[in-house]
């Protein structure tokens, strides 16, 4: 279906706002940063799909990080892609594994993975699903900084009198 890519956005962040706002630990909540473009994007997508890969990098996002940090969640569009990315102040990945990191189980360290519980499936799912929709994922991360997730859709020119070239 033809979807408003900011409005479906805001959607599933609003879900996440939700559950932290029922934590009964203030001092433990984690603050979602939307910077989006105010341009609306409309891509032509499987709006389930894409909740999915959404869902799994923003739960990697908060089960990776201290509590109570911050995590930017950004939405801009280039020439071709909408581009979503969702940046976190957590543990980040070790310069050898992130070429690893989309592999089927694959997990960082055993020990500390242990501790977080996790299949390892949900990145090597969403780059699969990510695929399917025409575009890809990938990371930008610091070991001991944090972690950028990236994801690319491409988006079909959609003439509602916007001037698509002046961007
Ligand atoms: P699940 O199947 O429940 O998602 P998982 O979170 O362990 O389990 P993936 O989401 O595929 O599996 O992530 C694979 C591994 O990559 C994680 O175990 C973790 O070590 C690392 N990882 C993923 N996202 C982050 C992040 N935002 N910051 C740091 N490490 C991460
Ligand atoms: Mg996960």
Redesign the pocket.
Known sequence: EYVNLNELLNYILNRFDMIIEKDDHPEKQYSIKREFTDKDIWVELDTDKFTQVVD?LM???I??SPDGSEIIVRLLQTHNYAILSVT?Q????PRKDVPK?FDRF????KAR?RKQG???????ISKEVVQLLGGRIWVDSVEGKG?T?YISLPFEKYDAGDDWDAE
């Open positions: 799994n739960n990697n996002a089960k990776y976190d957590g543990l980040g990945i990191i694959f997990r960082v360290d993975s996790g299949t390892g499936l949900g990145l090597a972690s997730f």
